[in-house]
T-cell receptor, first 114, second 115 residues
Framework: AQSVTQLGSHVSVSEGALVLLRCNYS??????LFWYVQYPNQGLQLLLK??????LVKGINGFEAEFKKSETSFHLTKPSAHMSDAAEYFC????????????FGTGTRLLVSP | DTEVTQTPKHLVMGMTNKKSLKCEQH?????MYWYKQKAKKPPELMFV???????INESVPSRFSPECPNSSLLNLHLHALQPEDSALYLC??????????????FGPGTRLTVL
């Protein structure tokens, strides 16, 4: 079964600093990988996804992630944090056979201080 | 329209009540999902409907009963719930359930409290 590990339940950065949220996956087949963001009391919004092709994926709100097969990683980055980026971030992997089932990591709460 | 709507936003019910959650999308998606999310946890898949047929039931207790009347609507009927069922219930949809690369669009959720 596929799985996702997100290192760090909380990450704190200052406004303007680099954001790095870590995600490692386990999969026996080429994975489809997703990053979702959840603001308080809201649903999940897709930031970006990797399916095939270019390993550097650009998403919304200035976020990007790089798929590294050799490291089984899909870390999320943003060059300069904004206060509005404070939220919960979930990395997810999609099982590639049968019906789509998203398997989520445990989430990382991003805190941004002025 | 790229929105998934859910009603109600909040629901408080007793353990003997019967209530329903409603989810609607008008994106022409043929797969719809119910997730349960406890506080400070990731969403957990409950059900998947594909082309209006129940395709996946993740061993959910029978006090949760899903229904897909048409391709735009998804209901979750609740009966005899327990306090531990209190959670945020999220609905999602995607173009087609068998394509694992499709993104899922999530609604804002219904915050359920069982007394």
């Amino acid at each position: 079964a596929q799985s996702v590990t997100q290192l760090g339940s909380h990450v704190s950065v200052s406004e303007g600093a680099l954001v790095l949220l870590r995600c490692n996956y386990s999969s026996s087949v080429p994975p489809y990988l997703f990053w979702y963001v959840q603001y308080p009391n809201q649903g999940l919004q897709l930031l970006l996804k990797y399916t095939t092709g270019a390993t550097l994926v650009k998403g919304i709100n200035g976020f990007e992630a790089e798929f590294k097969k050799s490291e089984t990683s899909f870390h999320l980055t943003k060059p300069s944090a904004h206060m509005s980026d404070a939220a919960e971030y979930f990395c997810a992997v999609s099982e590639g056979t049968g019906f789509q089932k998203l398997v989520f990591g445990t989430g990382t709460r991003l805190l941004v201080s002025p | 329209d790229t929105e998934v709507t859910q009603t109600p936003k909040h629901l408080v019910m007793g353990m003997t009540n019967k209530k329903s959650l409603k989810c609607e999308q008008h994106m022409g998606h043929r797969a719809m999902y119910w997730y349960k999310q406890k506080a400070k946890k990731p969403p957990e898949l409950m059900f998947v409907y594909s082309y209006e047929k129940l395709s996946i039931n993740e061993s959910v207790p029978s006090r949760f009963s899903p229904e897909c009347p048409n391709s735009s609507l998804l209901n979750l009927h609740l009966h005899a719930l327990q306090p531990e069922d209190s959670a945020l219930y999220l609905c999602a949809s995607s173009q087609e359930g068998r394509s694992s690369y499709n993104e899922q669009f999530f609604g804002p959720g219904t915050r359920l409290t069982v007394l």
